[in-house]
């Protein structure tokens, strides 16, 4: 019970502080700049307010560092999150930032963020490690403990999973629900192996999102942009880490896998075959150009998802 309130507190920051962020975004004129190859029909949500995932950040991260502090929970496992979440929600903030300073959709370069990644991968795995967690990688008949080696697995791990989330956070409300589920199983999880500070941090992200989604559902009045989506993959990542488990986003986050899977196929096919898989990737995108609307997408990719956790659920 007395994870209630901080879920009540992320939620309540939320749903409250996210009307005036959309009022002043509208005010200015600022909003998302649509893809140029993307759908037509996407382009009458050119100018809707984005990166409210500023607002759930910062509620996740003052929610999650005074409730653990009041709650004397604020051990290893707290620190990582919190600075999982502020590290990544900062690259997806500047990236967001150039963008909508620049009137284009690219923010910054690859290369800017593969090191930025690279970096904060590596300062996170450092503070677990200096905080005395085990933190081992499971493998079938053993399991890898050495610090260089889970530096390594922790980058490509970390940014795989931010990375994705980017990708499948491209439909009214799609990435918000999806990690409204993936968040909730790992609660479960966190809650089952009486890590009680990780079930904490799981719920107040889970809070945090249910408050965004009443405005980031179809039609959207804002979107997360790379702030929150950024922020949320990793911060996925990083759980699973944390509880030495780490395959068990594989199912958890099957929709976030799928949806890197199809572009990197798509990208794989047409410059060795010259052809495409899929209509459009993100795969997301192609079951639209398939005649899908894109509530129907939504709520399938919805239930992929919440069927993918139970199953995870039975089997970890």
């Known amino acids: 019970m007395e994870l209630i309130l901080p879920f009540a507190i992320s939620f309540a920051i939320t749903v409250s502080i996210m009307p005036f962020f959309i009022g002043y975004f509208n005010y200015k004129k600022i909003g998302q700049t649509t893809r140029e190859d993307g759908p037509k029909w996407h382009e009458v ?24 502090s009041f709650m004397g929970l604020l051990d290893g496992t707290i620190w990582m999150l919190l600075l999982t979440f502020l590290l990544f929600g900062g690259i997806g903030f500047v990236d967001d930032f150039i963008s909508i300073f620049k009137k284009r959709n690219e923010g910054l370069t690859v290369k800017q963020k593969f090191v930025s990644q690279l970096v904060f991968s590596g300062l996170i795995i450092l503070v677990g490690y200096l905080s005395k967690l085990t ?27 931010s990375n ?33 500070s990780l079930a904490l941090a799981c719920l107040i992200v889970v809070g945090a999102l249910i408050g965004f989604i009443i405005y980031n559902k179809k039609p959207a009045k804002i979107f997360m942009g790379d702030v929150g989506s950024l922020a949320l993959g990793a911060g996925l990542a990083v ?3 944390i509880l030495n ?18 572009v990197m196929l798509q990208v794989w096919s047409f410059k060795t075959r010259g052809k495409r898989i899929f209509k459009m990737s993100p795969i997301h995108h192609h079951f639209e150009m398939s005649g899908w609307s894109e509530t129907k997408v939504v709520i399938v990719f919805w239930a992929t998802g919440l069927l993918a956790a139970c199953i995870a659920l039975t089997i970890f």
């Open 245 to 262: 488990n780490p395959w068990s986003l594989l199912i958890i986050g099957l929709v976030f896998v799928i949806e890197t899977a199809s």
């Open 164 to 196: 994705a989330v980017n990708l499948t956070d491209g439909l009214d409300g799609l990435a918000t629900g999806l990690n409204i589920i993936a968040y909730g199983a790992y609660f479960t999880l966190a809650m089952q192996a009486h890590k009680t």
């Open 239 to 241: 759980i699973s880490i």
């Open 45 to 68: 949500k050119t100018g809707t307010p984005t990166m409210g995932g500023t607002v759930f950040v910062a509620a996740i991260l003052i929610t999650l560092g005074l409730s653990a």
């Open 135 to 161: 933190i081992a990688l499971p493998l079938v008949f053993f399991q890898i403990e050495n610090v260089v080696l889970l530096a390594v697995f922790a980058f490509i791990w970390i940014t795989g999973f």
